[in-house]
């Protein structure tokens, strides 16, 4: 389990500095499809018991 933990993390970390790429540029497209991509993580997490702090605020409410 902990490569898939290490890949979940190393792509979240990814997810995230794309994210705010597009937040500076202002590519409300790419916000929205990396926004999404964070939510998925999020889900399949919790999914499987893995706590990413970084993915609290992408999580359903």
């Given at each position: 389990?902990?490569?898939f933990?290490d890949?979940?993390?190393?792509?979240?970390?990814?997810?995230?500095?794309?994210?705010?790429?597009?937040?500076?540029?202002?590519?409300?497209?790419?916000?929205?499809?990396?926004?999404?991509?964070?939510?998925?993580?999020?889900?399949?997490?919790?999914?499987?018991g893995?706590?990413?702090?970084?993915?609290?605020?992408?999580?359903?409410?």
């Amino acid at each position: 389990m902990t490569e898939f933990v290490d890949q979940i993390r190393q792509r979240v970390n990814d997810a995230l500095g794309d994210l705010a790429d597009a937040q500076s540029a202002g590519d409300d497209y790419r916000v929205q499809v990396h926004t999404g991509e964070l939510e998925s993580f999020a889900r399949l997490a919790a999914e499987n018991g893995i706590r990413v702090p970084e993915l609290e605020p992408f999580q359903a409410a």
